[in-house]
Every structure is written in structure tokens, then in C-alpha cells.
């Protein structure tokens, strides 16, 4: 299929339903991110010595729910953001609304996908509270600290250039790079709690 017609396609079913339409491509190019982190891991992640690991389904349908949730909250957030900033009020682009498009999207909704991302996986994961916490401590900083160093142009590239239907799937498509990133760091942390918790009734049952 040619890209002209993925994209009409698309369009079309945007209009009918674009809530749905949203979550399912956020939810898929979540899932394919993550199906990407976990080739990594396997080919080039692991030390000589270590089992490789086997793919993780149960893993990679949380990636795909986390975007089925999440993208039609992003789309409703770029409306938000179109109606409270418009780019054309004389004609000519304003920088200004620009600038603020990407510093309320950086500051407002970065931390809160964030947070959302650490909260729900690890929810998805069947943590408890305490390591959730302790998750939320180890990667939130990190991870906030990342985005801030790459979606600011991203986003600035989305807001200026692509139609509003589009901005959830480029941004999307872009994230695919990020949802690799996330996984990894996310993975690291959920083999630290299981080695911690291993340990911890290794203790108590001598």
C-alpha cells in the first residue's frame, strides 16, 4: 500500500471516529517501539553469559494499551493547544504562539505522560505501591530529563508544520525512538525490583 493511500485511509477514518482512530495507531506504533527495544535487548543488551531472553507478549500488549489510552489524550491535548494558541491570527505565522505551544506541552505535558507511563506499567506489572514509588524515584528524572533534550524540536517541527489530524501520528512515529528508550530503562528497572524481591525472601526464608 503506497503512502498516499495509508494516508487517505487514514483521513478517512479519523473523520468518521478520530478518538478511536487515535488510540489504535498510538496503541500499534507503542507496541512495534517496544517490539523494536526488546530486538535490541536480545541482540545486543545482554552479556555473553546471560540466557537469552525470550519475546515478551504480555510486555508488549502493555506498551500497546498505554497508547491506546494515551494518544487520544495527546490529540485532545493538541486541540487544546491549537484554540489557545493559534499560530495565524494576521496571516503570518506567530512565533510567540509557537514558543508557547512547545513550552506548555514541555512543562504541562511531558511530566504528566511521564508519570502516567510509570504509574500505569507499573500497575500493568502488578507492583505495589512502595515499588512504585521507588520506580517513579529511579526513572522520572531521568526520563524528563531526556525528553527535554529531544521533543522540544520534535514538537516544534509537529506544531508548526503537520495539519492537527497528523500531529498524533507524527508524533508517534517519532515517539517509536522514545518508546525504545522507555522500554529499556523500564526493563532495567523491573529485573532490579524482581532481583531486590528474589533477595529479600531468600533472607526471610533462612
Known sequence: MSTFAITRVYTESF???????LAFVGGSLNAFG???AQF???T???KEHEVEPRYDFARTLR???FGFGMSPLI??????LERQFPLRTSGNVSLKALVKRVASDQLLMAPVGITLFLGSMGVME?????????KFSDIFPIALTSNWQVWPIVQLINFRFMPLPYRVPFQSTCGVFWTLY???????????????AGLRRTIHAT
Do not use: A, C, H, M
Open 44 to 46: 545486543y543488551g545482554r
Open 126 to 134: 502488578g507492583r505495589n505501591v512502595p515499588q512504585i514509588r521507588q
Open 34 to 36: 517496544d517490539s523494536v
Open 15 to 21: 473523520n468518521r471516529s478520530p478518538t478511536t482512530t
Open 75 to 80: 490529540g485532545r491535548w493538541n486541540t487544546f
Open 182 to 196: 522507555l522500554s529499556v530503562i523500564n526493563s532495567r528497572e523491573d529485573r532490579k525490583q524482581d532481583y531486590e
Open 40 to 42: 535490541y535487548q536480545k
Open 63 to 65: 506498551f500497546f494499551v
